[in-house]
């Protein structure tokens, strides 16, 4: 009877060392475009593709076009200014944990217009842990 609590006590203590949190890592992660930069933005003309090229990997990506209901600076906005309430802005998952790396994502802007087009990289372990970079890109669109 004795060494079985001693077994117990053991066994628990193993368990609770199984369980330790693992820790999340700092996303890898950048991006650009591939079209023409020149005086710190990036231009295109209006529907046009927008490609932008990752460097880089993370277990979740999210992109803000930057467009008005789409900017990364209002999601965690819930009302103006005059205290009218609003829905924050939301973003576009391009990538998920069991997605596949991806290289590059296109967009296309249908007004010309500069924007702040923002992507959101993110790495989470199953306890809830995150570690996030946010990459933003200024670009520009012509008519």
Not at 116 to 140: D, E, H, L, S
Request: hydrophobic share 40%; with cysteine; charged share 20%.
């Amino acid at each position: 009877m004795k060494y079985s609590k001693y077994l117990i006590l053991i066994m628990v203590s193993v368990l609770f060392a199984a369980c330790q949190k693992d820790e999340v890592v700092q996303p890898a992660f950048d991006a650009g475009s591939e079209i023409p930069f020149w005086d710190s933005h990036y231009y295109a003309q209006k529907n046009s593709d927008v490609k932008f090229l990752f460097d880089g990997d993370a277990d979740f990506i999210t992109f803000f076009s930057g467009e008005t209901g789409k900017e990364y600076k209002f999601k965690d906005r819930t009302s103006l200014a005059n205290g009218t309430a609003i829905a924050p802005d939301k973003g576009t998952n391009i990538k998920g944990f069991a997605d596949n790396k991806i290289d590059a994502y296109s967009y296309k802007y249908t007004a010309a217009g500069s924007y702040v087009a923002t992507f959101v990289a993110t790495n989470r372990t199953v306890y809830g842990t995150t570690k996030t970079v946010v990459v933003n890109i200024p670009v520009t669109i012509t008519p």
